[in-house]
Every structure is written in C-alpha cells, then in structure tokens.
C-alpha cells in the first residue's frame, strides 16, 4: 500500500503540467523518461552511493514540483512562469493583497499553511522517491531487466510519436524540459541587470535644455491617468466588448460637446495581469522594464522621465495622484514629483473597496480640490493612477454626484451593499462581468471628470497598465493596452497627426501598435522644439 501510494505521488511529481491550462487526465498516463534514467543509474552504482543519489533526486524532484505549482500561480496571474531570480519580491505583494482582501489574520494563516503544505510536499516527495530506490537497490536484477524493457519502450513510442489521448505524447520528459527551461531563466535572469544597465546609458534626452523641452504643450495642464487592468480584451473581446464600446462611444461624444477631441491606439506594456509599477516606470523612463530587478536599478538611477521633463521645464508644478500608495514610497523621486498625495493626504474617509483604498471618482475629485481647482496656481503636469479597477473587482463602488463626495463617507453604504470577491470568483463569468463593471467605472469618471472640470487648455492621456489575470481573458494573449490623448486645443492633435491613431476614445483593431518603452521619446520628439526634433 505505501509503495503503491509513493509511486503513484513520484509519477504525479514528474508527470503533472506546471501551467493549469494544460492539467488533463490524459497528462498523466505518461511514461516519464526521467524515472528511467534514475532507475538505471542506482543500478549502476554502489548501494551506498546509490542511497545517496535518491535521496539528493527525491529533493530535487520535490522542489521542481514546488516551482511547478508555483508556475500554475504565476501563468494564472502574469501568464508566465516564476523566475527563480527576480520574482521572490513579488511575494511580499501577494501577502500585502492576501491582507487586503482576507485581513492581517486571514493572510497569516493562509501563508503559513503554504509554507507547510509546501515543505510537506518536498519531504513526502523526497521520501517517496527513497522508498522506491530502496526497492530497485534490493532488486537489482529484476529492476535491471524492467528499467532495459521500459527504455525500449519509451525509444520505441517516442520514435513512433505515439499517443494515448490526442495532443500528448505517451513517451514523456516533461522534468527534464522543465530543468533545461530554468537553467537558461537563470543564466538570463544575472546576465539581464548588466545589460539594461547598458540600455539605460543611452538617452538622446538627457542634456536637453529646459527651454526646449515641451514647447507644444507650455500653459497646458498635462494629465497622465493609468487605468489599472485596462487592456486590449476589455475593447476587443466579445464577451465585453460591446458593454465597454459603448461607453467609450459615449463618453467620446461627451468630450466633443464639451470642446474636446480624442485619438486613441496600443501600446505593448512589459506585464500582464499584475506588476503596474513595471508599465508605469517603462512609459515614464522610455525603458522596457519587465522585471523587478530592472525595476530596482531604473528607480535607483537618474534616468530622464518625461515626469522630469516637464519639471526640467520649470513650466510645471509636477503632482503624482497615488491612491494605491499606503506606505513610504521612495520610488517616487525617480518621477521627480513636486508633490505626492498617496491614500493618507486625499482626506478620503471612506473604506478600502478590496484592494482599492480610494475611489477612482474621489481620486479625481480630491485633486480638483487639492490642486487642479486652486486659482493662481502653475500649469500642472500630474500623474494619477485609477486603482479601482484593480483585481479582485469586487465590491465596486458606484458614481455618485461630484458635489455629494465629501470625505467619502458614504461608500460605507456602497460597500456593505456590494459584492463579496469570495462569491464573484466562484465563477469566472461573474468575475469577467465585474472586471467589465469596474472598467466602465473608470473611464466614464475620468471622462466625466475631464468634460466637467476641464478647460481650454487641459490635456489628457490615458491608458492601460496591462490586461488582466488569464481568468478574464484567457492564456496568452496579447499583451496590449488601449492609449487615447484627449484635449481641448486642435494643436495638440495637428502635432500627432503623423501618429497614425483612431479618431475617438475606441482604438479600432488596425490602429498602431508600439511598445510602451517608445512613447516617452515619441512625445517628447512630438512636443518638443518640433515635429521631428529632439535637441535642436
């Protein structure tokens, strides 16, 4: 019976996917190469030795199972695997949402039972794979004649390529793969701080004078919104497209009353489902930061932000609108801000809704209060991140009149009347409609916010960060995200007529696509001394 069971637990170490979308009954009734191979090496060696060498598999086997279920978590949020090198910070994010979401208590006891299922899943696969080696070491001429017969056997079928349920090959070396596939994550993942150290030394921008830094934009107010999760499957797929069309559409035609015209296109960002702080530092810094490491390293450096260039200028009161920002945020001064306002200086007094702190409508509504709607003042270039539409989407607060705000007190309500995410992500059609609601939240506040407080000279950009988890959209998809540049003045939009982008706030399928790291050069090329120029 125990040998039984650890067979079958080595079997289901060497055999199960580390992606969810590829977990089926047929992956398993596979011949493992791998077990072979360790078959036919313990027979070769001394018995001690031998002991020796399952004992160092089984640990091994164990912590590539480990990876592989952390791989399924990584594909299910980042559609990707985990990096053995630079995804360990991104687990004190996952507690910190973990606490958001299940409280200080709820996260504690979540995270210590899976540090102990995870130590107990390598030591009973450890203790597996001895006890099996143990049998083979006793029986060395029946495991010799059995190890020579099941590798004809996997030669055999992998030659012939067959299969026993279509699309998986009987004949399997998925361990094997998977050992090959992290060797050369490693060696990428140290050779990469070097080499984005290099690409970062680059910068055409850099000794730009301020007298000829956004010359086309001087007397705007310059507005930067990061729409969270806002990406191409909201506006294309068809099971929200439409809900979500219809909004752009009309909140495009909102603008135009209000004086406004809008062009809109895609921008690749360097993460998907999760990681913000990736697509914010890449846009901003005109770099392609798709890691932490390149992360830590560009917000160490002096790179030249397009934050900076406006407070390079000397024509603009930099502001950051971080509603999303709890804590000490020492990152902020790489985007050279002049001012930071985070969750704690809005005068928010309302509840968290999930991970959200602050409503996006208060968000905006806070910095017409605290900057935008003060006389006197300088043009304003302000960086603001829209927070409600971050996962889990539930509850969601409601849009409520400007002037009914106050310190926010009344989305206790709200929330007591929303929905639990606990019931939402029972279902993945729940989940996709209120990550659909919360989208439509934010644009339309932003929009709205613009239409009502906007002026002759106000400027907006608003994008996406990244698509969502793979739960909304699915596995491998684009990585796009809708980009639109609203403004008041006909200039603004003559300057990026060579764009190439859609009239409106809806970028259609055939609009232009670059990479998130080209835009800040694009803009400042654009709105510099001239179409064209960058330091003449």
Not at 81 to 87: G, I, N, Y
Not at 223 to 240: K, L, N, T
Not at 312 to 317: E, G, N, V
Not at 357 to 368: G, H, I, K, S, Y
């Amino acid at each position: 019976m125990t040998t039984g069971l650890a067979a079958l637990l080595v079997l289901f170490a060497l055999l199960v996917p580390n992606s969810l979308d590829r977990v089926a009954p047929g992956s398993f009734v596979r011949l493992p190469v791998e077990a072979i191979y360790l078959a036919a090496v313990l027979i070769l060696l001394p018995p001690k030795a031998g002991r020796a060498v399952s004992l160092t598999a089984g640990a091994v086997l164990g912590l590539l199972t480990l990876v592989k279920f952390l791989d399924m978590g990584f594909y299910s949020v980042l559609d990707r695997p985990f990096d053995p090198v630079l995804d360990w910070i991104l687990f004190d994010d996952a507690e910190e949402f973990l606490s958001s979401t299940l409280g200080r208590t709820g996260a504690a006891v979540a995270v210590a039972g899976i540090v102990i299922l995870a130590l107990l899943l390598v030591v009973l696969v450890t203790l597996a794979v001895r006890r099996l080696s143990g049998i083979v070491l006793r029986h060395s001429t029946l495991a010799t004649r059995t190890t020579l017969m099941l590798g004809v056997a996997w030669i055999t079928v992998s030659t012939l390529g067959l299969q026993l349920v279509e699309g998986i090959p009987f004949a399997a070396k998925a361990t094997s793969r998977q050992v090959q596939e992290r060797v050369m994550l490693l060696r990428k993942g140290l050779n990469d701080g070097r080499e984005f150290s290099q690409q970062a030394a680059v910068d055409d921008f850099r000794g730009t004078p301020p007298g000829k830094l956004l010359n086309g934009l001087r007397g705007k107010d310059v507005i930067f919104a990061f729409v969270e999760s806002y990406g191409r499957g909201a506006v294309q797929d068809p099971r929200m497209a439409p809900r979500v069309g219809a909004v752009l559409e009309n909140q495009t035609g909102r603008l135009r009353e209000a004086g406004f015209s809008s062009r809109s296109g895609w921008l690749t960002s360097p993460t998907t489902g999760a990681g913000s702080w990736l697509a914010h530092s890449t846009l901003m810094s005109g770099l392609w930061i798709d890691n932490n490491q390149r992360y830590r390293t560009a917000t160490a450096s002096d790179r030249f932000t397009l934050t900076g260039a406006f407070q390079r200028s000397k024509a603009w009161r930099t502001v950051g609108m971080m509603p999303g920002v709890r804590r000490s945020w020492p990152e902020g001064q790489f985007y050279h801000f002049d001012k930071i306002y985070d969750s704690r200086e809005m005068g928010y007094r309302g509840p968290m809704f999930s991970w959200s702190p602050v409503p996006d409508q208060f968000t905006l509504r806070a910095f017409e209060r605290l900057e935008h709607g003060k006389k006197d003042r300088r043009p304003l270039m302000t960086t603001a991140i829209l927070a409600t539409s971050h996962n889990p989407w539930a509850p969601l607060p409601s849009t409520v009149g400007w002037d009914q705000l106050g310190d926010g007190s009344l989305f206790h309500a709200q929330k007591r009347a929303g929905k639990d995410p606990k019931d939402v992500w029972k279902d993945p059609r729940q989940v996709r409609t209120e990550y659909r609601r919360s989208i439509e939240y934010s644009i339309r506040n932003l929009t709205d916010y613009v239409a009502r407080y906007g002026g002759k000279d106000t400027v907006l950009v608003f994008l996406g960060d990244h698509q969502p988890v793979p739960v909304v959209v699915g596995n491998h998809v684009s990585r796009d995200v809708p980009i639109s540049i609203v403004a008041h003045d006909p200039k603004v939009m003559e300057r990026m007529s060579g764009w190439g982008w859609d009239e409106g706030l809806k970028p259609g399928k055939k609009a232009p696509v670059w990479r998130m790291d080209s835009f800040r050069d694009r803009f400042l090329t654009t709105f510099g001394p001239g179409p064209g120029t960058k330091n003449d």
